[in-house]
């Protein structure tokens, strides 16, 4: 289900990883978008209760996204979020900063175990409805099977829906986790903390510009951004 308030079914980024993070976006499919539709993109955070600072974070950093598609002509973006006793939502589809800050703003972070695999189910059952050119998945912890997680991420490849991965810390089973969903998908997985905000804040600009534009947008992004976007001038001229 995907209606609003419905139940679904870390280091700082070094210049090696940012560097590995584009080269994957790069080699990434590129979105398909018929008839000039808006992009279209899952933004999934983890809420449980240790995620509060990070949160924040996120809602500072959003509008970014949304600024750098603009030209693009603008991208749509969903929020999910899990918390608390087996709680699991998404938002409804939002085409504004103000509007995705405002859902982001009314959810308080709760203790809870987390629910990947359910935010996965999410994707796959919502690009079956309309295309999803990419998920994001952002979270420090993983603590669900596995094996459960591969399958729903194969579905999502099969779908041709790359997932990007941010780890926030440096646990070792939610570093493995992440990996296989990046690898399963074609997705892209790159470890961040708080240290690296501005690092993220460019790495989530960059995947909009994909979901809204591909790797021609993304191209142009990257010349006129600077900074960590810059590094795929670089990736690109090496193919």
Known sequence: MTDTG??????????????AFLRRVVASPVPARAGGKRGRLIFAIDATASRQPSWNRACKLQK??????????????????????????????VSGASDLAGCMAAVECLAGHTQWCRVLGHAVSETKRARVNALV??????????????????????????????????????????REVAKLTRGVYCPFD???????????????VYAAGGLAALTDFSKSRGGAALLLTDQMAKR
């Open 6 to 19: 419905k139940n679904l079914y870390t280091g700082a980024v070094s210049r090696v990883v940012m560097d």
């Open 64 to 93: 970014e996204m949304f600024e750098a598609t603009v030209a693009l002509g603008g991208l749509d973006i969903q929020l999910v979020y899990f918390r608390g006793p087996g709680e699991c939502k998404a938002g409804p589809w």
């Open 137 to 178: 998945c952002v979270g420090d912890a993983f603590e669900e099977e596995i094996d459960h997680l591969g399958h729903v991420a194969g579905q999502l490849g099969l779908l041709g829906v790359p997932v990007f991965c941010f780890q926030e810390g440096q646990d070792g089973h939610t570093r493995l986790a992440f």
């Open 194 to 208: 708080a240290s690296s905000a501005a690092q993220l804040r460019d790495l989530l600009s960059a995947v909009a």
